[in-house]
C-alpha cells in the first residue's frame, strides 16, 4: 500500500522582511510524503492572519515535479498591498493539488486544472511552525 500523501509547513521571512506587512516576502518551506515520483503537482499557499483565522494577507503558488515521493519544495508568498499595518501573527495554510494524479496515486487522464484533484492540505490556525 502506498503512503497516504502529506504535506507539512515551515514558514520563515525572506532576507530583508521582518513583519507581516505589505510586500514582505515570507519562503514557506513545505515538507511532502507518499507523492508519485514523475508527476505534477501545484501547492497553493494562503497566508492567514491569526487573530480572525479567515483573513488573506498574502498568496503564492508553486508547480513542482517530485523526483522521489518525499521531499520539500519552496512557496513563495508576498503579502498583498493592502496590510498598510503590521500583522501580529501570520499562518500559512497550503493545498496539495494535481490533475494528474488523485490522492491515491491513481492517473486521472480527465482532470480540468479548474478542478485539480485534492491531495493534501495543512490548515492549522493553532501550528507553530507557521508562524
Same mark, same amino acid.
Given at each position: 500500500?502506498?503512503?497516504?500523501?502529506?504535506?507539512?509547513?515551515?514558514?520563515?521571512?525572506?532576507?530583508?522582511?521582518?513583519?507581516?506587512?505589505?510586500?514582505?516576502?515570507?519562503?514557506?518551506?513545505?515538507?511532502?510524503?507518499?507523492?508519485?515520483?514523475?508527476? =505534477?503537482?501545484?501547492?497553493? &499557499?494562503?497566508?492567514?492572519?491569526?487573530?480572525?483565522?479567515?483573513? %488573506?494577507?498574502?498568496? #503564492? @503558488?508553486? +508547480?513542482?515535479?517530485?523526483?522521489?515521493?518525499?521531499?520539500?519544495?519552496?512557496?513563495?508568498?508576498?503579502?498583498?498591498?493592502?496590510?498598510? =499595518?503590521?500583522?501580529?501573527? &501570520?499562518?500559512?495554510?497550503?493545498?496539495?493539488?494535481?490533475?494528474? %494524479?488523485?490522492?491515491? #496515486? @491513481?492517473? +486521472?487522464?480527465?482532470?480540468?486544472?479548474?478542478?485539480?484533484?485534492?491531495?493534501?492540505?495543512?490548515?492549522?490556525?493553532?501550528?507553530?511552525?507557521?508562524?
Amino acid at each position: 500500500p502506498k503512503d497516504t500523501p502529506k504535506i507539512s509547513t515551515n514558514a520563515d521571512f525572506e532576507d530583508g522582511s521582518h513583519e507581516v506587512i505589505a510586500g514582505a516576502k515570507i519562503v514557506d518551506e513545505v515538507s511532502y510524503e507518499g507523492l508519485v515520483p514523475g508527476k =505534477e503537482y501545484t501547492l497553493k &499557499a494562503e497566508l492567514i492572519n491569526k487573530k480572525d483565522g479567515k483573513s %488573506v494577507l498574502g498568496e #503564492g @503558488e508553486e +508547480t513542482f515535479t517530485p523526483k522521489e515521493s518525499k521531499g520539500s519544495v519552496d512557496v513563495h508568498i508576498t503579502v498583498n498591498d493592502d496590510v498598510t =499595518e503590521p500583522v501580529e501573527a &501570520a499562518v500559512a495554510f497550503e493545498e496539495l493539488t494535481s490533475t494528474e %494524479v488523485n490522492d491515491k #496515486g @491513481e492517473d +486521472t487522464p480527465g482532470t480540468t486544472p479548474e478542478k485539480p484533484n485534492h491531495i493534501a492540505e495543512h490548515k492549522d490556525i493553532n501550528d507553530k511552525d507557521q508562524t
